[in-house]
């Protein structure tokens, strides 16, 4: 696997002021790409990163919202100037994001959510250690192939190449911190929101937004002190 090229760019801020960062991943035909969907439409505060990528576009597709569609030659090119935070060779193709625009997105606050294999993911940890990694699986193996054989668009060659990859990419579910199986649609969906609300409510970034609220309910004590007054715990 091709390591993108080192960056001198600062890491991500851990702060209210700065975007969260999605990382979903899953094998083909576990069913990412409509949950992603719908959890979009669900959360208008969430924003897809647009990946670039050397496949043919697919039906009802359009450049620049799914993917940034270019050819090989453009991709290579791209590789060279180290516009990649990270980049992946998936069978006959490739996919990347550009690191440029996904850290500007950030630092305005818009949170993001990156749809990329555990090659990707993994690349992306190592850049952005606080972003938040999403692993979905399938039921099982053969619910798996009946969904890859019920988009009719694949040969049954390519089908077996498919779950034998599948496989592989199956394996790398514990580099993630949170694990969604798609059995039930919504059940997952519902999962998937619960994960981004529960990391906007975590207390670093609860206290960055809410911080002259809590000021005015400590009555001036020192923020420092947990509960705001000296030996005293949240809660008490």
Request: charged share 25%; net charge negative.
């Amino acid at each position: 696997m091709p390591a993108a090229p080192a960056s001198s760019s600062p890491a991500s801020k851990s702060s209210a002021a700065t975007g969260l960062l999605f990382v979903v991943s899953a094998p083909s035909g576990a069913g990412k790409t409509s949950l992603v969907a719908a959890l979009l439409e669900r959360d208008p505060a969430l924003a897809l990163s647009v990946s670039y990528t050397t496949r043919a576009r697919r039906s009802g597709e359009v450049d620049g919202r799914h993917y940034h569609f270019v050819d090989h030659a453009r991709f290579e090119q791209m590789i060279a100037e180290g516009a990649f935070i990270e980049y992946a060779r998936v069978f006959d193709n490739a996919y990347g994001t550009a690191e440029s625009s996904l850290r500007k997105t950030l630092d305005s606050g818009q949170d993001l959510l990156l749809e990329i294999d555990w090659q990707g993911a993994r690349q992306v940890r190592e850049r952005f250690p606080e972003a938040v990694s999403i692993f979905i699986v399938p039921p099982s193996l053969a619910a798996l192939e009946e969904r890859l054989r019920g988009r009719g668009q694949d040969s049954d060659a390519v089908i077996g190449e498919r779950m034998a990859k599948a496989r592989d990419e199956l394996s790398h579910w514990d580099e993630y911190g949170y694990l969604v199986v798609n059995d039930h649609f919504e059940q997952a969906l519902g999962d998937l929101s619960a994960i981004v609300k529960a990391e906007r409510l975590r207390t670093p970034r609860q206290a960055a937004r809410e911080q002259d609220r809590l000021r005015s309910m400590l009555g001036g004590m020192p923020s420092d002190m947990p509960g705001g007054r000296p030996g005293g715990r949240p809660g008490d």
